[in-house]
């Protein structure tokens, strides 16, 4: 018997639906197919298989030996393929199984991590599997169904859809104004006279230009700070503990402000933003449970940039 193939798998659903429903005509209106047609199948099934499957008169189709083994075998694989292909239909509208999530470390510590319990008792079938880190890597190698990070979208074949736009501020802390002075014009970091906290970029490994963007104007300031961090919440203690100025996203530093714990520098320079994307990486057929987890950071972001 040569290989199986799909001609041979059509050949065994047809073989079965004639046993169940009686007769080769009425396993043809079951299929929509025509009676030679069913016909054709089987003989092509019988070939491969080197068996008769069928007794046939003109009044009667009966199942020889060999047939009757073959339907007892047949069958639950052919149940047990329908269910595979019922349970991965499913998953296109049902939020189920495992989903493996690459995160920003701010954006899931901040922003995520105090909602979580609430989207998993909406979706009780769900595992959810998030991975913190500084970049985002090779997504499909490593095993991610979705990403959510910060900043501009590498070239690739990811589907990234924009969750929001952020300022960056320049930030202190009051202990640290009040130790070193506060600073009127960007171009004041550069001195020496102020200690700035650096942020690394993980494309580059190198720290992130401090810029400052005010309409058509944009201006880099070099700063030069001891002090290299990959890591928000590092960035944003050392700077509330009045260790230095950092530049900082609006997104997720609303409390610290509106407490007087952080204070904007220049306000007079607002116009430099910072990107957060979410990635996945096709837009055919995403299943349900990315669909889920993409409408849960959407309605997330958009209350913490509204408020």
Known sequence: MRGFDVRMLGGMSVFVAIVEAGSFAAA????????????????RLEQRLGIRLFDRTTRVVSLTDEGRRFYAQVTPLLAG??????????????????LRVNLDP???????GPKLEAFLARHPL???????????????????????RFGVPPDSTLVARKLLETPILTVAAPSYLKRCGRPLRPE??????????????????????????????????????????????????????GYGIAQVMAFGTESWRESGELVVLFPDWPDE?????????????????THAFLDFVTALTSQSASS
């Open 273 to 289: 933003r910072f990107p957060l994307y979410a990635y996945h990486p096709s837009r055919h057929h995403p299943p349900a449970k």
């Open 81 to 98: 393929l329908e269910d595979a292909a019922s349970a991965a239909s499913d998953g296109a509208t049902t939020v189920r199984g495992r």
């Open 126 to 148: 769900l595992h959810l599997e998030l991975i913190t880190r500084d970049s985002l890597g090779d997504m499909i190698a490593d095993g991610f169904d979705l990403a959510v």
């Open 106 to 112: 701010f954006f899931s510590r901040l922003i995520l």
């Open 188 to 241: 004041e970091l550069s001195g020496g006279t102020h200690t700035c906290i650096e942020f690394r970029d993980p494309l580059t490994g190198r720290p992130f230009p401090w810029e400052f963007h005010r309409k058509r104007k944009h201006l880099v300031v070099p700063t030069h700070g001891r002090l290299v961090v990959n890591d928000a919440g590092t960035l944003l203690s050392a700077c509330l503990a």
């Open 28 to 43: 043809g209106e079951r299929l929509d197919m025509s009676q030679p047609g069913v016909s054709r199948a089987v003989a």
